[in-house]
């Protein structure tokens, strides 16, 4: 996954940097480098999945100017032929190793350009500047805060600022940063014109994209796996995956000892694909012996992200354990473009398609954290096909009429779209959804809330919870995370908006805890 730091300026001791750059050093464990850059520093630790030689290793040079770069450019042969008739010529077979050329050529419009998940930060000689950018998505992380003589810092995660820089903030998606300011290049959410097209036509449109997305991303030097849960999402991933590669994939799924909803979906979706699957259990134990450490890897108090992470954290845990997988493909960012349980209330299409638009461009804060944290922290490379740009302007852009569950079937569309390839049962492509942490089994969420009801009284949950203005906690499950995150990240809660919770402005959805078990249409979704 990779890790990358800049200081624009060197306002502190070089060893107090580095030591600040090493707390993700599981995100890069390969190889390490901190260089001067102008007035101020570029680090990098790398994980090597693109370009496998030392020829590789970041930061790029070229003339004065440098690059870092936590990112896959998709497509970046083609780009790659481009720039050496031009001139330029390559030392390494890293996609990242473009970035320089690109910018040479031009200049900050090349962030349009890139069809990518990435967090860059570049130094132009010319200038003696620092520039930063985001993927329109952010599916990398990226976060900038201020040091004491106001020179700002950039890193992959704040963990890397926290203790050295105030004001720390994520990094707004599609925007790059510039002579102190931050311009932005794209919005993953906006399009230029609505495509009034048929539900029949926008399914063809739906499973042609999203195979191109799927297929651009099984491109690595490094191995690559797939996390199945069972549910609709994952079980596409893997099963176009498997089509394409025309091989046995590696997939992994998790639940608990007790009630593991997904585990039977999974292996049946395996089973069906002609997978390698593993299944990984866990307790109660496990759940609450790794609950401070999913909280300051996450670097949030957001429960349903919590929640959620659990199982994804365990099961990366034991593939990085036992395993030489590098890469992992994954199902986040199909609720947000096709709905959740609780979209089925929403009141017309243009309410719909608001909430659509408010939770893609709130991605980097809930689901592609989870994914980026709970991966990269075991040292592998999380990679997102619904995240793909083109896949996700056109699902943006159709009517929200169709997208809408008028259907008797949630996603509808997507499920629609690969009836005919028969690439999974139908018990899988038409299954209800069920939320992740709860399927992994029903009790990991009811541990989580038993373990948080034991740690407080009623009299210190509301003192407590008082305490906090910003995002105030509102169950005792809340208070547990929010005390544990503040641990790590002291008065740092303003990077995470608020708690995910359904729109609680829409009929059947004015509810208090953000588990679609609690809506009144989850009926069959968790058996």
Known sequence: MCSIMGFEMRGIPQNNATEYFQKTASRGPDMMRFEEAG????????????????????????????????????????????LEEKGYSFVSDSD???????????????????????????YDSRKNSFIAARDPIGIRPLFYGY?????????????????????????????????????????????????????????????????KGIEKRLDADAPIG?????????????????????KPIRTFAIGMDIDAIDLKYAREAA???????????????????????????????????????????LICKWIHENTDIRVLLTGE?????????YTDFAPSPSEFQKEAEKRVRELHYYDVLRA?????????????????????????????????????????????????????????????????????????????????????????????????????PFTKESLLYRELFEKYYPDMSDMIPDFWMPNRTWPGCNVNDPSARVLSNYGASGE
């Open 372 to 472: 980026d944290r709970c991966i990269s922290v075991n040292s592998m490379e999380a990679r997102v096909p619904f995240g793909d740009l083109d896949f996700v302007e056109y699902v943006m852009s159709l009517n929200p009429a169709i997208k809408m569950n008028v259907y008797g079937k949630g996603k509808y569309l997507l499920r629609h779209a690969f009836e005919k390839d028969r690439i999974l049962p139908e018990s899988i492509l038409m299954r209800e959804k069920a939320a992740f942490s709860d399927a992994v089994g029903h009790s990991l969420v009811d541990d989580l809330k038993a373990y948080a009801e034991e740690t407080y009284t009623d009299e210190a949950f509301e003192a407590k919870r008082k305490t906090y203005t910003h995002a105030q």
């Open 226 to 246: 797939f996390l199945l849960s069972g549910g609709l999402d994952s079980s596409l991933v893997c099963a176009v995956s498997a089509k394409l590669l025309n």
């Open 39 to 82: 007035s101020g520093w570029l680090g990098f630790q790398r994980l090597s999945i693109m370009g496998l030689t030392d020829e590789g290793m970041q930061p790029f040079h070229m003339g004065g100017d440098m690059a870092v770069c936590n990112g896959e450019l998709y497509g970046f042969r083609s780009e790659k032929k481009l």
């Open 333 to 341: 960012v199909s609720d947000e473009l096709f709905g959740y349980k």
């Open 147 to 211: 040091l004491s003589d106001g020179s700002v810092v950039f890193a992959s995660e704040p963990k890397n600022l926290a203790g050295l820089c105030h004001d720390v903030q994520p990094f707004p998606p599609g925007c790059f940063y510039e002579d102190g300011r931050f311009t932005r290049y794209a919005d993953p959410a906006g399009f230029e014109k609505m495509r009034d097209v048929s539900a029949e036509e926008a399914s063809e449109g739906i499973h042609d994209l999203l195979t």
């Open 96 to 122: 990242c190793e473009i970035i320089l050329p690109m910018y040479r050529e031009y200049g900050t419009e090349m962030f349009r350009k890139l069809d990518a998940e990435f967090a860059m930060i570049l």
């Open 271 to 313: 089973a069906y694909i002609g997978a390698d699957h593993t299944d990984v259990i866990i307790t109660r134990d496990d759940v609450i012996g790794a609950l401070e450490d999913v909280v300051h890897l996450l670097g949030t108090y957001d429960i349903t992200t919590i929640r959620a992470s659990m199982g994804m954290y």
